[in-house]
Structures are given as structure tokens and as C-alpha cells.
């Protein structure tokens, strides 16, 4: 028998080695190769079934099956705006596969720009189902697409990409639209290639030429040059035929040649067989999550699931739902409130007339008493309901409803208890810092006392604050069991109403109050693991349920009020509430949240995903149901009391959902034009000068950090950011040659400064970098500097300095993240990617100035595909960031995964022509 990867050691780098066994070369371009293998790779090898395999055998499996055989998933090809003859589905429907075709002059019901045929376009690039995607913009019925519509065409090309598909934009070389930012960011973040095709070299006589801008590594398989002037081209631009065309206007079409060739190209990117698909039957071609296929959300905010595809509990609650449904259909009260919804007004949508039918059939369910509709004080909620309802659903956390009716406590005595639904925490010691009063509020709530004592009186007449009749001595006295006097800021942000926050931080409060649990919440990347609802072909919808103030909406218990104080114009203040800033407010409104999210999943129950934010609900369901569960949904909020943000309510194919544009209907989540304009504003701050405060900076980390958690591939640059940050700018500092023996002794073993020099201005844990221009590793190199009479001149950098100096590769990450977010947000499909059974090993050495990689792939037939290459670098780098000469044996060895990680994926991406496995 013989082993594929001794068989590979006999062949040449970059040839195929038999039927079987397939070889693929990783990199077009790849640099000098060696034929000499002087660094040995550990190649892994196939499993023995593969092994037994005769490589090249003429009628065995091997030799007949290609790789991947019934694993590459069905894919079509889409064709938009090529013109009323398709040259090019014409040509691929020859080459045998399944194309779609959409135009504006062809028909209303496939025009690309009509509104309802674009979000269905949008679906089916998302959804993976686009193999290939050919965009043409001129033709004689457009002459050149208007700048919205070409925003469209690309933002497809975008999500067919993301989704891993292939695709090109066609336009005249002349065209100005090359010149418009969304085309140009296009083809910076795509890396595609221009490809030039002059009419005479399919056939042509003329000077007109195609301009192609495709994704493929295979596409410049088109390009052609002409061998000659552009003399021997008769001048077609001022010849009038007799529908007053040009014939240059003809050439728009591609002639035959040309789609032929393109489609041997493109072909195999693409499923068959032969059939013009209508769009309707597209569609159908979008796959279904099955109930058993990962991935799997982790988190919905009440420490379950968010994924209810399949019932997650007993259906406490389906006789209240029936007589709801009816009551809701029988009123239209779900069209009112998608109407309502769409005004973003302030009020409610409905009246008490409106309610007054559920709320009977509330009664009736629970066996409700007049006195369990009263409202406890200070806070907003009907908790005797809440508590029926949480009796009734068996919630596991027992201690949420005596808390609330008694007041919720702080934890400063360590008296909360377990919740039981979220995981507790691994510590239980808190900070022993003893409570303190401070008389003065931060510096912006100083400065804007007027606005301070405004948002006091709202607060007040909301009777989350009230005002203590008394100096310090007489509040110490009414709460014995502790004060503490915070301090108070206000917090103003673009578009947003401003508000108070307590700082219970610097009197000593947080640290002194233990939280038993840690609440989990869920990310943007848990709507993308239920996405979409399991066994599930319907379109989706979302509806987002925003909490206003929820912060504030839990009772303190009274005896700890004087905990949460605070100090204004001479008055002192306390809260009856959980303020916003102190650490058990997030802890008992998450535990609040997590029962009204459990009571609104049972209210609904039918195939949904919801998920809870801190005070932000999201819900997804099928748009056919969606509107009559959120008007369950909202109608049961208003009956339990709950206080909701309505300008923020959203209903609909698309929802704004903590700082993301989720998509649903179209299958894709966007950056919001909002958080993109502030990346780059950020940007631009930053790139004004080398210079930049702290504060800036780790502002802008922030951010970013947040940005790309659905975009992880943008994050590696961070490090030199950080490397920034933790790199504070460096000051020079003299001293007279008589200190210079007080100055060393001072100096710790890593160069940073111990204590105060008398007459310098020394920061204490300052680092110092060299004297005398001489670089300074250990205290050692002290002895090494050459003393005179001349003053010593020190370089010194200081932590705690608020200015930073950016590098050169950290400008260069910046400008790279500028031209990411400009033109359009960036986009992410929401379909999860498609799931290859694959075994794949490889491994990489290097020696010198060679390197080399290695390794296989082995499909679920047994099929391998094995690569082995050796590339020489004499004066340049290859997938490192650092000469190799440069590295040592621990840097390498922390390289070699990386870099055979990536090979791997080379011979997969070239054998299933897709640009997204993961």
C-alpha cells in the first residue's frame, strides 16, 4: 500500500500527485520555493482507511469520487441588471446550473430596485444560497444606476460575500461611479481584482472594453490584453443606428464568447441542474435549521435558553392565551399596535377600555381578589400578580417575590439571598472600607447645578428620592445601620435625556455590599446562534421592549436607605430605590427582568427566540404571528404595571436591538449608523496628532472592543493600541552630577523610582528608560553611565501621565479601521455557516530564512486532500509579523499553530469555492 505522505515527499511542491490523492497549491503568488526540504515538517497522516486506499487505481472509490462528494451545500446563480437578452444565465444554464435573473426592464415582479424583490434578494444572499452574484450596472434602459440604487447592488454583493459567496461588479472603465465611496470601500474590503476585457478579444471590432471587479482568485482567467493600438477600432460613439442607439450601447450586452467563458469559470462555484428559478422558488432553496444542528445560544438574560423552536416547559399559561388570541383578533388590537408603534409616540397604545376585556380574563384565570390590583408603594409594579404568576410558572427563584414586598436589600449586611437561576459567584470576601461622607458632588453635576436640581424634582415627584429632614447627626441616628454620602454626576449624551447617577463607589458602599450571583446577559452573538427559529422556513420579524428607568423601579428595603445618600445645596437626599450606580441595583432589576422574561415566554409560547438585556427585550417569531404575540406581550406589561419606554418600542423586518440593526427578515445585523459615525469620529480624533490623552484612547478601545465583537477578525490590531496605552510618552529630567549617588539608590531592580528626590520633580513609580542617551535593561547598566560636571541628563516615563504617543503601526491599524467603517456599516449575516465533516491535521517548521507548511484533509468518504509546500524568503516575511532570524524558539513554537491553521483552509477554500467557513 502506499502512504499518501510518503508519496508526497516524492513529488514536486505544487503538482497533482495522482486521482486520489489530491494536491493542492496553498498561495498563487507564492515566494521562491525550495526544492531541498532542510526543515523537516511533522506531517500528520490519514487514518488508515484512507491509507488502504490504491492512490490513482483506475475504478476504486477513491479515483472516482471528487473531495467533499454530497457536502458541497446547493447553490445557485443570481444575475441582476444584465440586460433583457441574460447573456450570462443563458451561458450557465449551458454549463447545466440553476441561475436567477433579475432586471428592471424584464418584469415588476423581478425588479432588483422594487422594494419587496430587494429584501427578498437580501435573503437569499445572506442565507448562503448565492453561489455566485454577477452585478452589471449600464445598459441603455439605465444608462448608469442612480447612486441609491448602486448603494443596493453592492450592499448584495456584501451579504452574498459575507455568506460566502462569489461575485463582480461590471461597469464601464470610464464609469464615475468607480470613483463613489461605497464602490471603493467595496473593493478595499472584498480584495478584489479589476479585470480588463477589450471587446475584440470576443469578437468585437471596437474600442469598447468591459471593466470587471470580481472576488475570485480564478476570475482573472478573463482578463486579455490587446496587442495593438486602439487606431484600428472604428469609432462607434457618434454612429446613430435606427432606434437611435449606438452600437457601443450594444456591446453593454456581453456577446456569447464572453459569457461562455465566464461561465467555465464560474460554474463550478455553482449548483445544478439547468433551470431558470423563479423567486419565489429561490427562496425555498434557503436551508432549514433543523432542531439537533448547533449552534446553540447560551444565554437569554433569565439564565435559560432564548431558543423556544421547541416548548421549554409545561403550558401553564395556553387557556389565557386562547382567550387573549380572540380578544385581540376579535378587537384588531394588533394592527393598532403596529400603527401606534410606527408614530414612536410617548403614550400608550392602549386605553383602559381597551384592557378592560383581558384584565377580566386575567381575574377569571388567576382567581383575582380587588385588593391583588393595588400597587405597593413606591415602586410601579401589581406584585400580587406578579407573584400569582410566578407561583403558577414554578419560577426557580423563590426569594425574588418577598424581596420586592418587603423592600430588596443592599447586601451590606450579606443578607441577599441565592437567586438559583444564575451561577454563584466564586468569592465571597468583600472590600473591609469603611463608610465615608463626602458634602460635594462631582465636577460636572457642580457645574450644572440648575440641571441637577431639576432632574432632583423629577426624581422626587417619581418618589425614587426624598429629602431628609435633618442634618448628618439626626440621619445616623434614624439608620443605624450605616450611611454613607455619595457623590452625585450627571451624565448628558447626543440624543439621549440626562440623568443622575450615584457614585456609592467612593463613600465605600459597593465594595462593602456581596452579591451572592453573577448575572449572565445575553450578546448580539446569541441572536445569531437562534437564528433562525429551528425547523422554521417562514420569514421572521423581531419586537423590542424597552424598560424605562428599570434601575429605579425595585424598592430599597427602608432600614438601608441611608446607604444611598447624597448631598445637594446644602440638603441631603436618600434613596428609597435602587439608584443607577450602585451595585445592587443591576442585581435585583436582573432578577425582576429574568421573571417578567420567563412570565412573557410562557405568554407566548408558539416557536419564538426572546432574549433580555439589562432593561431591553428582544423577541423573534415568524412575521405571521408576531404582531398578535406582542400585543399579548405589551397588553400583560400594562396589566402587571411595568413602566415602558414607547419612542423606543419596535416593531417590524427590522429592529434596533443594544446598539445593533438586526435584520430579520433579510437575515443580516448592521452596525448602526449611529455607533459608525462615533467609530469614526473617534477615528479621526485619534489620527489628528501622534499625541492623544489616555482618556481618548482607552475611550476609543472601548468602543472598538464592543464593535468587533461580532467582527473578531478586526481585533488583532488592537495590541499595538494597547502596547500604545501601556506605553506612557517619556520626559526628560536633569540632575546635578552631587545627586547622582542619592538618585541610584533610589532606583528598584526594574529601573522603576522608589520615593521622592528632593529638588527634581520625580514621580514615584516612574520607570527610567537611559541616561545620558545611554539605554538603560537592569540597574546594572547604571554603573556603565559615564559621570561629569555636566548636568546628567534622565529620560523618565511616568504611568500616570494622561498623554500617549501613537506608533506607526498603531496609525496604521486606524486608518485600516477607518476605510472598514466608511461609505457603509459593516455587515454580518445572521445565517450560521455551513458544517463540513471533515478530519484535517498540518503542521509548519521553519529554518532560517525557509519555511514550511503541511498537512491533509479527509472527507467523510475518506476522500484526502494533502498539501506540502517549502517557500524561501530571503529578504522579505511571509505570513509573520517579524523576520524570522528575529524569532526566537518560544515565539515560533506559539507561531506554528497559527500558521498551519491557515493552510488548512487554503486547499478547502480553493475546493469548495466559498469565502466563509466559520
Known sequence: MTDPTQHAAECEPGFSCSQSVQKATLFSQAPQRQQDVSPACSIPKPTRQAQDREPGVPGSQAAQEPFLQNQVHPRFFLDLCSGSSVPLSRAMMEAGKCVLHCDIPLDAATNAVNDAVFSSLERLCSAGVVGYLAVKTNGRER??????????????????????????????????????????????RAGATCISVPACSVGLDGDHSW?????????????????????????????????????????????????????????????????????????????IKRIHEPPWALHDGAGGNPDWSAPQNDNYLQALRHTWVKLVLDGGLHKKLMAHLQQHSAEPPFSEADLAPFKTALINFLSLQDTDWAIPQWQPF?????????????????????????????????????????????????????????????SNAEANADLVSDLIQQEMAEGWVYRFDGDLTQAQQCFPAGVAIGKLNVVTAPGRKPRLILDSTICGTNQRCLIPDRCTVPSPKDVLRVFPLRENAEELWGFSLDIQAAHKRIRLLPAEQGLFGFRHQGHLYFYRVTPFGATPSAHWWARAGALLLR??????????????????????????????????????????????????????????????????????????????????????????HRHVSRKALEQFIGLFLWVTNLFPLMRPWVYFLYKDLRSPIATQYSLNPDQWLRFCSIIN??????????????????????????????????????????????????????RRKLHEDSIHALQMWRTWASSMPPVLSLYPPRWWSI????????????IGVGGFLQDANGKVLWFSELFHMPKRTFLLMKPLRKWDSCTWQQARRPIADCAVYFPLLQTTHQSRLA
Open 211 to 287: 471593466l470587471f471587479a470580481g472576488t475570485h482568485a480564478s476570475f482573472d482567467a478573463l482578463a486579455f490584453s490587446s496587442d495593438h493600438s486602439p487606431e484600428p477600432h472604428p469609432e462607434t460613439s457618434t454612429i446613430r443606428l435606427a432606434d437611435s442607439s449606438t452600437p457601443s450601447e450594444r456591446t453593454a450586452e456581453y456577446p456569447l464568447e464572453l459569457a461562455r467563458r465566464f461561465a467555465a469559470i464560474v460554474a463550478p462555484m455553482c449548483s445544478g441542474p439547468a433551470k431558470q428559478l423563479t423567486l419565489q422558488e429561490a427562496l425555498s432553496w434557503i436551508p
Open 749 to 802: 531592580d526594574d529601573l522603576t523610582i522608589s520615593e521622592t528626590l528632593p529638588g527634581t520633580s520625580f514621580r514615584v513609580g516612574s520607570r527610567v528608560l537611559s541616561v545620558r542617551h545611554k539605554q538603560l535593561r537592569r540597574k546594572a547598566d547604571l554603573r556603565d553611565v559615564r559621570i561629569t560636571d555636566k548636568r546628567i541628563w534622565v529620560r523618565v516615563s511616568d504611568p500616570t501621565s494622561s
Open 839 to 850: 478530519t484535517a491535521a498540518a503542521d509548519a517548521c521553519a529554518k532560517g530564512n525557509d
Open 143 to 188: 444608462s448608469l444606476l442612480q447612486l441609491p440604487a448602486l448603494k443596493q447592488m453592492v450592499h448584495l454583493l456584501y451579504l452574498a460575500g459575507g455568506a460566502g459567496g462569489q461575485g463582480h461588479l461590471e461597469q464601464p472603465a470610464n464609469a464615475v461611479s468607480w470613483e463613489e465611496d461605497v464602490v471603493q470601500t467595496w473593493l478595499r
Open 599 to 688: 412570565i412573557f415566554q410562557d405568554l407566548v409560547f408558539w416557536k419564538h427566540a426572546s432574549l433580555l438585556y439589562v432593561d431591553d427585550f428582544l423577541f423573534m417569531m415568524c412575521k405571521r404571528v408576531l404582531p398578535l404575540s406582542a400585543t399579548m406581550i405589551v397588553i400583560l406589561a400594562l396589566l402587571l404595571g411595568c413602566p415602558i419606554s414607547w419612542p423606543k418600542c419596535e416593531l417590524g423586518p427590522q429592529v434596533i436591538w443594544v446598539g445593533w440593526s438586526f435584520h430579520f427578515s433579510s437575515g443580516y445585523v448592521a452596525l448602526t449608523e449611529e455607533k459608525r459615525l462615533k467609530l469614526l469620529e473617534q477615528i479621526a480624533s485619534l489620527l489628528t
Open 382 to 442: 401589581r406584585l400580587h400578580i406578579l407573584d400569582r404568576l410566578c407561583s403558577l410558572l414554578r419560577h426557580p427563584d423563590k426569594a425574588v417575590m418577598p424581596a420586592l414586598f418587603e423592600g430588596v436589600p443592599s447586601g451590606f449586611h450579606h443578607n441577599i439571598p441565592h437567586s438559583t437561576i444564575f451561577p454563584a459567584r466564586d468569592t465571597t470576601i468583600v472590600a473591609d472600607t469603611n463608610l465615608s461622607v463626602h458634602f460635594s458632588n462631582w
